[in-house]
């Protein structure tokens, strides 16, 4: 899901109603979109998110707009539940805090084309599923404006959340190479682009960088996502090593469980604490995780010892021997068949078979 700002006008204070125009159309926004007439439904119903786009985090909504088009413009009319403390609280807000408070709308890129305008590269949006509108303190849009001049909203940049929320896409099963996957993303991709490759984003970093984002789990800028890495993602999650804030492990973990729900595959449960026991699986996933880990830290290694014309250390070189040799061993207990009564332990056997077969190929 991603974000664009919009402004608003309060149009009937009783009934809480509010209209504004919140994009224009072929002009190229603050994070290198172009949306193109006709992107939007017209008459869209929409749901006015509480706000920050926290209803995407259980709170409930506040509101509904209709979404309207025109040639040049989205429109988009809405109005708060007044008749609800959150709604009256929330239209009091926004119409006090006047050019002060923003707005945006989070929607998934239906179809959407990279290219160049205006001597820039962008992404052309050809169509949107917008999911929510919300008050935020920063939205993203350019060229939106007010219908009157009444509690104009200004438009400004905004900084994606932490947890990027669930999206439909292509599920992939096949081999994860997450360093890999890293390299091949490009130094000057936007934000918009980097999203759809991870799970979270530090909002008090630089949006633009990919050192930014955790838990990558797609093949590529909108690429399918990947079972493997959403399962090691939920181990780390578990045991601790994601270097997600508490805060925003459930929110994660919602966005990653989803895909793998997509692929028919129950995920693991989320640990309420960090580190705790694990059941078989589990701890096969975080094992998958760490083996992972491990091969894309030892290929640097070798990558940059192999630059300056060295080979492996003989103390790290011993330390893989040591883990070959307990991966045979794990190897060899592979051979025995596991029962039919629990299909996960099979299917993480073969997967650490895989694995290992790749540590084994450094």
Request: charge should be negative.
């Amino acid at each position: 899901m991603d974000t664009k700002s919009l402004r608003v006008e309060i149009k009937d204070e009783a009934k809480g109603e509010v209209k504004a125009i919140f994009s224009t159309f072929n002009a190229i926004d603050s994070d290198r979109d172009v949306t193109r007439p006709g992107a939007f439904t017209d008459g869209a119903e929409v749901p006015i998110s509480a706000y920050g786009h926290t209803s995407w985090s259980g709170m409930l909504p506040v509101g509904k707009a209709t979404i309207r088009q025109t040639a040049k413009q989205a429109i988009l009319e809405g109005r708060f539940f007044m008749d609800t403390a959150a709604g009256r609280d929330t239209f009091t807000t926004v119409k006090e805090l006047g050019e002060l408070g923003q707005w945006s709308y989070g929607y998934d890129p239906v179809e959407y084309s990279y290219g160049e305008h205006e001597g820039q590269r962008v992404r052309f949006l050809d169509a949107l599923k917008v999911h929510e509108v919300s008050p935020v303190l920063v939205g993203a849009g350019v060229g939106t404006r007010t219908l009157s001049a009444k509690s104009a909203l200004p438009g400004a940049p905004v900084k994606a959340g932490r947890p990027l929320p669930p999206h439909e896409c292509e599920v992939a099963s096949r081999s994860w190479d997450g360093a890999k996957t890293l390299a091949g993303l490009a130094e000057d991709l936007r934000p918009s682009e980097l999203r759809t490759v991870f799970a979270w984003v530090d909002p008090g970093a630089d949006q633009e960088l990919k050192s930014s984002y955790r838990l990558p789990h797609h093949h590529g800028v909108g690429g399918p996502a990947n079972v493997r890495a959403c399962l090691m993602g939920i181990a780390r999650l578990n045991d601790g090593k994601s270097g997600i804030p508490d805060a925003d492990r459930k929110a994660v973990y919602d966005h990653l469980a989803a895909h793998l729900r997509d692929a028919d595959i129950e995920p693991p449960e989320l640990k309420d604490e960090p580190g705790g026991s694990l059941k078989y699986a589990e701890e096969g996933h975080a094992v998958l995780a760490a083996v992972s880990s491990f091969v894309d830290r030892t290929a640097e290694v070798v990558a940059l010892r192999s630059k300056k014309g060295r080979g492996m250390a003989p103390r790290s070189a011993e330390l893989l021997d040591w883990i070959d040799a307990d991966l045979q061993r794990l190897k060899s207990l592979l051979s025995t068949p596991l029962g039919p009564e629990d299909p996960s332990d099979a299917e993480v056997a073969s997967v650490l078979a895989r694995s290992i077969a790749q540590l084994q190929g450094l």
